[in-house]
Nanobody
Framework: QVQLVESGGGLVQAGGSLRLSCAASGGVFGHYAMGWFRQAPGKEREFVAR???????YYAHSLKGRFTISIDNAKNTVYLQMNNLKPEDTAVYYC??????????????????WGQGTQVTVSS
């Protein structure tokens, strides 16, 4: 059974950094690409970043340069390093796994497994 568990969220001041973790179990690693999405209050959930098994990474255009997705295969964990955080980054951040090609990186319905989310709050 696939399970994704996010952690690392919290309250941070604008300009600060956070690193989110997504611990995966159930055979996800090596078979699925991993992505991060976020949902701000009153808004739709949106794509943040994705990493596939060729180590190719993809980012939402507006976030590239501040956010970095990475993986630790030994720990079965995917990370999202977030730097220079802004109040508009406040959201619930979700980890997800997809068996679809990178063509569908931003298509949420192609992600079969989702974590429960972790709250990130950036104060001004």
């Amino acid at each position: 059974q696939v399970q994704l568990v996010e952690s690392g969220g919290g309250l941070v001041q604008a300009g600060g950094s956070l690193r989110l973790s997504c611990a995966a179990s159930g055979g996800v690693f090596g078979h699925y690409a991993m992505g991060w999405f976020r949902q701000a209050p009153g808004k739709e959930r949106e794509f943040v970043a994705r990493l596939n098994w060729s180590a190719n990474t993809y980012y939402a255009h507006s976030l590239k340069g501040r956010f970095t997705i990475s993986i630790d295969n030994a720990k079965n964990t995917v990370y999202l390093q977030m730097n220079n955080l802004k109040p508009e980054d406040t959201a619930v951040y979700y980890c997800a796994a997809s068996s679809y090609s990178d063509t569908y990186s931003e298509v949420q319905t192609t992600y079969a497994y989702w974590g429960q989310g972790t709250q990130v709050t950036v104060s001004s």
